[in-house]
Each structure stands twice: as C-alpha cells, then as structure tokens.
C-alpha cells in the first residue's frame, strides 16, 4: 500500500532565485575589489567603498549568500526525494529563507558601515551572529524532522554529509563566536592573541571543510548520478570517504599558522593532517569522477556534465594544493601571498561555482515542468567560466611567486634586493589586471546562465506541490542478511548518526585547543607588554572598523628576510591583551607588527590623507575622512571596563580617568603634528588611529 504526499518544490525555487541573485551580487563586488588593487581611484574617496570594508561584503556574500543559499536549494530538493517525504515544516522552510534572507542584507548593510569582529568569513557583529544560529537550527529542525518522518529506510550517502554539515557548523560557529557586547554593533572577542588566532583559523579552515565541501560532496553524490543516469561508482569508497575526511579535516587549521607565534606542537598536527586529507579528498573525487564511466560521450555533449567534471577536477586539484601548502618549506614563500588567493578562487570558482551551475540547469526545467531555454548559451557559459578561472588564477599564481621569491632575496653582499615594498607591489599590478579580467569573463557567464533561467521559467509554470507516492517506512526495521552490516544499521538510526559525527569531529578540535588554552605556560608572558591608551584602544578599533587586516599583517616570522625588512619576530606574549588578533593572512601592504617609532607622526598623517605622496605607487586609498570625523569617546569606559572582564590589566576605577588619559595624549599627538604645519584637532579620528600605528610593536625591543 502507498501514500501519496507532495514535494515542496516553491522552496527550492526560491533558494535557486536568491542563489542566482546574491551571486551576482557578490561577484560584481569582487570585480569592483580586483579593479581597486590596479586602479585606486575606485576605492571613489568613500568611506563605505574603500577595499578594507567591501572586501569581507564580497567574501561573506559568496560564501553565505551565493554558496548558503545553492546548499539550501540543493539539499531541500535532494532531500525530499531522498527520504520520500515532504520537509517537516513549510512553516520552518518558509522562517528559513527570510531568515536567511534578512541575515544576508542586515551583513551588506553593515560591512560596509565598518561594523566587523575583522574574523575572517566571520565579520558579522554579535546580533547577526545571533540571528545566524537561530536560522540554523531552524535549519536543523526541519532536516531532521523530515529524516525522522522518512518513508526511506536508509539514509543516502548525500544525506551522511548534510548531516556532519550541520552539526560541525553549529559548533564552529558557536565556538568562534564568544564575543563580549558592549554596544549594539561591537562586541570584544573572549580569546586573546595566540587563543584568537587558533580559534579563527580552526574556524576558518573548517569552514571552508564544512560549508564549501562537504554540503558539495553531499550533492555531488545525488545530482550527479541523476545527471549522469549512472550509480554512484563504489558505496565502499563513500563510507570511507565520509568517515575519514570528516575526522581529519578538522585537526588541519593549524597549516594557517606556520612559523607563527602559534605552539610548534599545533602547527606540526596541522601539517601531519594536511598531508593525510589528501587521501580521503582525492577518495571522493575518485568515487564522482568514475561514476562517469561510461557516460562520456553523454559528457562531451551536456554542458550540465561538462559543469561537473571541470568542477570536481577544481575540487581534486585544491585538495592537493591544500596539503602541499601545508609544508612548511612551501608555506615559507606562498603564505601572505597572492598564491593563497588563486588557491582559494580555483576551489571557489571551479568546485561550488561550477556544481552550483550545473545543479541550477539540471534542477530549474524540472520544477517548472519545461526544458532548459538553450543549451547553446549552457554551453557559451561553461566555456567562458571556464576561460575565466584560467584567466583569474594563473596571473594570481605568477604574482603569488613573484612575491614570495621577491621578498626573500638577498644580494650577494648580504643584503635585500628588494627593500622596499612597493618595489613587490608593482611588479604585480599586470597580474591583478589579467586576474580582473578573468573575473569579468566568469560573471559575464553567470548573467548569461541568469537569462538563460529566466527564459526557461517562463517558458513552463512553477509545480509548487510535486505529486509523489511511496510506501510507509515499516515499524520494524532490521531485516536478516546484509542488512545487518553496522553501516546499513547506522544508516537507519539518524540521531546516532549526528552524534558519531559530532563526536567525531569534537576529537580534533578539543585535542587541539585545550592544551592552548589550559597550559598557562603554552603563551609566556613578557613584563614590558603592557595594556594600549584609551586612545591607542579606540585607534586600534578604527583600525579594524576600516579593513586595514585585511591588507597588513602584524606577524612577523623568524626568517632573517623578515627580520631584516620589519624587525624583531613576533613573540606570543607580545599579544595576549589583544582583543581580537589581527595577524593578517595577506600582505597587499607591509607587516605592520614594527611599526611604531619607524616614522613620525606628520609622515602617518600625509600617509593616511594621501598615500601616493608617501609612497609612490601605493595602491592603498586615502582616507580623508578620519581628519573630519570626530572620535567616538562616549564608549571608552565601557571599552576600558570590557576589556577589564576579559583580563586585560586595568586598574580598578581607570575608566572613570581614561577620556582624560585620552585628551591629554591625543593633545600631544596634535601639538606634534602642529609642529609640521598641520592643523588637526585632537578629537579627530586620525589622532587616534596614528597612536595606534605609533604603539605597535614597540613594547619589544631587539637585543
């Protein structure tokens, strides 16, 4: 006997709407930021526009609008089927897509406002972070609702990786998001320095594992075969696949951190399980691509294929590129460089982008009951996608070694060959040329892709309800035979499935942080680190309201290239009152960690007023706008008093006289500056932020 039910297909429909939309949206934004690297002047003299704070509005809205919203279409409509069951709530996939919806314009508004934690992939402020975990188990509710009401006995292998996606997600978000509020739009991180850096960097890392692979990997594993009309190549190599990748991606974060402050201890974990995630990633494009066996001539002529296959090669190839840059001889030369950025964009733009594309061909003509519009212009857009990743990566690739050798050669006589930085800089800018141009060539595909659905939308009509019929799960499940191997059993009881995932990747994760932040002795602490002024702390908040991480390390590693260029190598004690850290994962500009004392404070001034007059060639935009505006200095007490709760050393009642502190160095600073011939008052922004520039690093002093 069967029951007839109905799949929600409106959904699904609009997450594919929103996924197409936001796409656009956060590409367009990433070729206005590639232009500004060669072009300054499109930074526009606006505070909202400049690189520093529409860079994480590209990165968060490619991430969490483009990729979140394809994950979501993908598996509402995968899941369905998979199950044979309705999704639990239309109530809940309804609050899901506004929710979700309203995270993302709420995240475009402010990034711009310069309202950022300066986490990277994590720069909401604490009320989106909030909003962002309540959407997720709502999220959570309605998978797991539907998976109980399931009229399949077995759980599909795409449904094992949706599962350890939401609950690794879950953890990390909420893990990296300890954050101490002191207003509506700021809030102080609760880890410090060495602690912040690993936390992010596990975050970040996994990230990347846990919401652009493994929710890809799910959908790879239905969409494929559909497209394809093959079965998945081995379900062997799928469970060891799933098991074996969720348990070691999560201990290699560290690989972020080599040669810097961070324990050696961690760092050598994280590379020992960069090079051991190479197996289970290369098992997974393994088992996708020979799914393929004999379905090739069907590849050479469906674009949806070619999508495919170009996308699971890009996956295969990051994954190796992964590992390798977590050697510590390679990761001396491409770290802080464009390398990393063409590393990313291959996985990015090959690997979600193009299975996002092919999935979007394949799933629009059949919730509209038609036919895809054009499969000639399908075609134009994998060719000229395809030309775009190859035009954005390789310069990138060119430019990234053209740094890293560049900036550790010496002379024969001992010296650098390259002192000065922009010498680096500009060798470069031909690259960010040709990589803007590959970006420009791989959004014009997404338009095209763009018209193409629309067309095919309007030449069908939306099945909102898809009729379906199955039969009910019986109430007793263990059958005699092969049904019970402990997989097919596993397979069956989805709660046990979550918590074995959860505990699985807990493993990694608890091992690595918890001597780090239980061993006092793991982070020294040096006597002359002392707390920052209030106004180097409000400088240091302007800092970070402006993106300037987002260009400038303050890391310096102990290579004598470094030492020689920056100064003295970064000490863990240097940071522990550093509230987030911000070591920076990419030098457009100098390492900033030496940077107090180097010149006076008439030279930051003209700096920040006009950076081409200081140094020739900069790319980096003026920021004029911190001469007029006036400092905030309503929330130094309740910053002082934050910073107190969290360990930092102020003395009892030191908010109550910290705005005096406050004036009286801001006035020094000011009668400084007059001395050159500057006018400026003393309760501008750019006092502050040049006394934050002024302080770093000069509680250490080389021997």
């Avoid at 609050?95 to 990034?111: E, K, S």
């Avoid at 604490?126 to 959570?140: H, L, S």
């Avoid at 775009?388 to 890293?404: D, N, R």
């Amino acid at each position: 006997m069967t029951e007839k039910f109905y799949y929600d297909n409106k959904t699904v429909r609009n997450f594919a709407i929103a996924t197409i939309v936001w796409g656009i949206v956060g590409m367009t934004v990433g070729l206005l930021i590639a232009m500004q690297l060669f072009k300054p002047a499109l930074n526009m003299g606006n505070q909202y526009t400049t690189f520093g704070r529409i860079r994480p509005l590209h990165t968060n809205a490619v991430i969490f609008a483009f990729v979140g919203n394809a994950i979501f279409m993908g598996v509402y409509y995968s899941l369905q089927r998979l199950l044979k069951a309705r999704m639990f709530s239309d109530v809940l996939s309804n609050i899901h897509f506004w929710g979700w919806q309203l995270i993302i314009v709420a995240t475009a508004i402010t990034l711009p406002l310069g309202f950022t934690t300066s986490h990277e992939y994590a720069e909401m402020e604490w009320p989106i972070d909030i909003a962002i975990t309540v959407i997720w188990v709502v999220f959570g509710i309605n998978m797991f609702g539907t998976i109980i009401k399931r009229r399949e006995k077995h759980m599909y292998v795409a449904i094992w990786f949706y599962i350890a996606t939401f609950v690794t997600v879950a953890v990390l978000h909420i893990v990296n998001s300890m954050e101490l509020p002191i207003s509506a739009f700021k809030s102080y991180y609760l880890y410090a320095g060495v602690q912040d850096a690993l936390v992010q960097w596990w975050y970040g890392h996994n990230a990347v594992a846990f919401f652009l692979t493994t929710p890809y990997l799910g959908m790879m594993y239905y969409y494929l075969p559909k497209m394809a009309d093959r079965p998945v190549y081995s379900y062997k190599l799928s469970i060891l696949h799933f098991w074996s990748l969720i348990f070691i991606y999560i201990w290699a974060g560290p690989h972020h951190l080599l040669y810097t402050s961070l324990p050696t201890w961690a760092q050598s974990l994280g590379v020992a399980f960069s090079i051991m995630l190479i197996a289970p990633s290369w098992g997974g494009m393994i088992n996708g691509l020979l799914t393929l066996r004999g379905a090739w001539d069907k590849v050479r002529e469906d674009p949806r294929l070619k999508f495919m296959v170009v996308g699971i090669t890009c996956y295969g190839m990051a994954t190796f590129e992964g590992p390798m840059l977590a050697l510590k001889q390679i990761n001396a030369i491409a770290h802080y460089t464009d390398w990393i950025v063409a590393h990313v964009h291959v996985g990015a733009l090959g690997w979600n982008g193009f299975l996002t594309f092919a999935i979007l061909y394949w799933l629009i003509p059949r919730i509209y009951n038609t036919t895809l519009y054009s499969v000639k212009l399908a075609s134009f857009h994998f060719w000229i996608g395809t030309l775009g990743i190859i035009f954005y990566a390789v310069p990138l690739y060119f430019s990234g070694f053209t740094q890293g050798l560049m900036w550790k050669e010496f002379t024969p006589e001992g010296l650098l060959k390259y002192p000065n930085f922009l010498e680096t800089v500009r060798q470069i800018i031909p690259m960010y040329v040709m990589r803007a141009i590959g970006g420009a060539l791989y959004l014009s595909g997404v338009l095209v892709m763009a018209y193409n659905l629309i067309k095919t939308m309007a030449s069908g009509s939306l099945v909102a309800n898809e009729a379906a019929e199955a039969s009910p799960l019986p109430k007793v499940y263990l059958a005699e035979g092969s049904d019970k191997k402990w997989h097919r059993v596993l397979e069956r009881k989805p709660m046990l499935f979550m918590v074995l995932s959860l505990i699985v990747i807990l493993i990694g994760g608890m091992i690595e942080m918890m001597p780090t932040f239980t061993i006092k002795s793991n982070i020294p602490t040096i006597a002359s680190v002392k707390p920052y002024s209030p106004l180097e702390l409000q400088g240091r908040d302007l800092y970070i309201r402006e993106g300037c991480v987002n260009c400038h390390s303050q890391m310096i590693r102990p290579f004598r290239s470094e030492t020689e260029r920056y100064g003295e190598y970064s000490k863990a004690g240097e940071f522990v009152y550093d509230h987030p850290f911000l070591w920076g994962s990419k030098r457009t500009g100098p390492d900033l960690q030496r940077e107090g004392g180097k010149y006076g404070n008439a030279w930051h001034y003209n700096h920040l007023f006009d950076p081409q007059t200081m140094s020739p060639g900069s790319i980096m935009p003026p920021y004029e706008w911190l001469i007029n505006q006036q400092l905030d200095t309503t929330t130094t007490r309740s910053k002082i008093n934050a910073m107190r709760s969290l360990g930092v050393p102020y003395e009892t009642g030191y908010e109550l006289l910290a705005n005096a502190a406050l004036e009286k160095q801001a006035k020094s600073i000011a009668a400084d500056l007059k001395q050159n011939n500057i006018k400026v008052k003393s309760d501008r922004e750019i006092v502050a932020i040049i006394a934050y520039l002024q302080r770093l690093g000069t509680d250490i002093k080389a021997k």
